[in-house]
């Protein structure tokens, strides 16, 4: 079955420094998202990705973070400068038509847990 | 603002027994709600849905149940199984809206014991 798959699976990093989280959406998917999930809390949206460009954000995707899809197949989030607050579990997801419905799945990868010192 | 609540953190149920997890919401304008399910080191999989026009759906062993006047819904397991072990998300949305406006809850953790 098409996966979502993400790398790495943990990152430790110091507080102030730059961080990359990578995503390989499933292939013929046509939207992509971040989200996160701090611990203990809800799943939290950050922000989705179409055509090449931000589709929509939510108020926690500010300036530190940023998308891209440098390629046909991968999906970075990148968070600028770290702070404390930024640890979290983040969850990369794609799917076929930006709406939910019981014929369009949102399909998640297994995340990427992001531990700021 | 918490739009969907699950106010149990957890639930701990015998095996063959029903697990019952409870969903709360306080925005009249969802319109679908979403269960997913969510092992350990594996990202949260879809699990079952259903719209307001309905008030039960079931898939197997699993049934969603919705209570529109009480903002209310709930999944049940039947019979409950080790292999159901897991956190279950409840999520909402309106149903024309995008997936960047889903609603989770904090989730649920089952254990089934056997």
């Known amino acids: 079955e098409p996966e979502v798959t993400q790398t790495p699976s943990h990152q430790v990093t110091q507080m102030g420094q730059e961080v990359i989280l990578h995503c390989v959406p499933i292939s013929n998917h046509l939207y992509f998202y971040w989200y996160r999930q701090i611990l203990g809390q809800k799943v939290e949206f950050l922000v989705s990705f179409y055509n090449n460009e931000i589709s929509e954000k939510s108020e926690i995707f500010d300036d530190q973070f940023s998308v891209e899809r440098p390629d046909g197949s991968n999906f970075t989030l990148k968070i600028r400068s770290t702070k404390l607050e930024d640890s979290a579990m983040y969850f990369c997801a794609s799917t076929l038509r930006d709406s939910p419905s019981g014929a369009n799945v949102l399909t998640f990868g297994a995340g990427s847990r992001l531990t700021v010192l | 603002d918490q739009q969907v609540k699950q106010n149990s953190p957890s639930l701990s149920v015998q095996e063959g027994r029903i697990s019952i997890l409870n969903c709360d919401y306080t925005?009249?304008?969802?319109?679908?709600f979403l269960w997913y399910k969510k092992y350990p080191a594996e990202g949260p999989t879809f699990l079952i849905s259903?719209?307001?026009?309905?008030d039960k759906n079931e898939d197997g062993r699993f049934t969603v149940f919705l209570n529109k006047s009480a903002k209310h819904l709930s999944l049940h397991i039947v019979p409950s199984q080790p292999g159901d072990s897991a956190v279950y998300f409840c999520?909402?949305?309106?149903?024309?809206?995008?997936?960047?406006?889903?609603?989770f809850g904090a989730g649920t953790q089952v254990v089934v014991t056997p």
């Open positions: 259903i719209s307001s026009i309905k």
């Open positions: 925005n009249s304008m969802f319109d679908y």
């Open positions: 999520a909402a949305s309106e149903f024309a809206d995008s997936w960047g406006k889903l609603q």
